[in-house]
């Protein structure tokens, strides 16, 4: 099997757990399922008035918390081919997510709106998703428990004065089942593995359940010609890590099929800097049926 780096999806997959719960069914999932005062809308980016009252830096975070001066520390070049370049960073034990709006659409089902020979979608959707939320360990969000999160920013003195969202990762316990089409690399792919899953949504399918902070959309080209154009993807391992399922069969190498699965110990990751190009959100499969 060919392996190649992938710092990204390797980092996510260390922050996954495990969970037994049962799946729920996505269209049933609550849109706002944030009991605790930990998770909360951030869609305004004003800051709380109870934290930012004395926060006498001006800084604040993504969610609009306050953000001082004195939670950074200051890294050197760990390469040393810049000694003189020193950063500070700060980590937070908490990361931000927000619930799918269920805009995202592909060529199988609407063809018109994609121009094949360009390779891109022609309609493009505004807001990607609704608001944004802070999310700890033990917080609801979709149906799911949030198992572990964490989050990074960056202040480049000179350069990035303010703090800067850089990293991230936000876990979840529990099983949603979902229906969308998988690819499985060739192990042509940079970065990716030979029989690499990758899971795209198909229309409302993921709709309520949780999504990567500041997700892009792009237009995914399909192995078998078709296109997703979706705010997010995810990495399922490979076709090798489910020897019981028969995904060699029903996903032939190179091929795309459309699938409906449960997923569990999903993982969602934001990345803006180094590897940010190959930041994939992962989840692992619980059951796969093919749709014909």
């Known amino acids: 099997m060919k392996k190649t780096m992938k710092f990204m999806v390797i980092v996510s997959a260390l922050l996954l757990t495990a969970c037994g719960a049962e799946p729920i069914s996505s269209e049933s999932a609550p849109i706002y399922d944030t009991p605790t005062e930990a998770a909360h809308s951030v869609s305004s980016g004003e800051p709380e008035k109870e934290e930012s009252a004395d926060n006498n830096?001006?800084?604040?975070?993504?969610?609009?918390?306050?953000?001082?001066?004195?939670?950074?520390?200051?890294?050197?070049?760990?390469?040393e081919t810049k000694p003189n370049f020193v950063s500070l960073h700060c980590e937070l034990n908490y990361g931000y997510t927000a619930l799918f709006d269920g805009s995202t659409y592909n060529s199988y089902d609407e063809p018109e709106k994609f121009d094949f020979e360009n390779w891109e979608a022609i309609e493009i959707p505004e807001a990607v998703?609704?608001?944004?939320?802070?999310?700890?360990?033990?917080?609801?969000?979709?149906?799911?428990?949030?198992?572990?999160?964490?989050?990074s920013y960056i202040i480049i003195p000179g350069s990035i004065d303010e703090p800067h969202l850089y990293r991230s990762f936000v876990c979840f316990d529990g099983e949603v089942e979902v229906t969308g089409y998988v690819d499985r690399c060739d192990g042509d792919e940079a970065y990716m593995d030979e029989g690499q899953l990758l899971f795209y949504?198909?229309?409302?399918?993921?709709?309520?359940?949780?999504?990567?902070?500041?997700?892009?959309y792009f237009t995914y080209h399909m192995n078998d010609g078709g296109f997703v154009y979706a705010p997010f993807r995810l990495s399922l391992g490979t076709v090798y890590d489910y020897p019981s399922l028969g995904l060699e069969h029903d996903i032939p190498q190179g091929t795309t099929a459309h699938m409906k699965l449960v997923l569990k110990d999903i993982g969602l990751v934001y990345g803006d800097g180094d590897f940010s190009g190959y930041t994939i959100s992962s989840a692992v499969i619980v059951s796969a049926e093919k749709i014909d």
Do not use: H
């Not at 229309?203 to 999504?211: I, Q």
């Open 57 to 79: 830096d001006g800084f604040t975070g993504y969610g609009g918390e306050a953000l001082k001066r004195e939670m950074f520390v200051e890294k050197s070049d760990p390469n």
């Open 201 to 216: 949504p198909d229309g409302d399918s993921w709709r309520g359940l949780p999504v990567p902070c500041r997700a892009q």
């Open 129 to 151: 998703m609704g608001d944004y939320f802070i999310l700890s360990e033990g917080d609801k969000a979709g149906g799911l428990t949030c198992s572990r999160a964490v989050s």
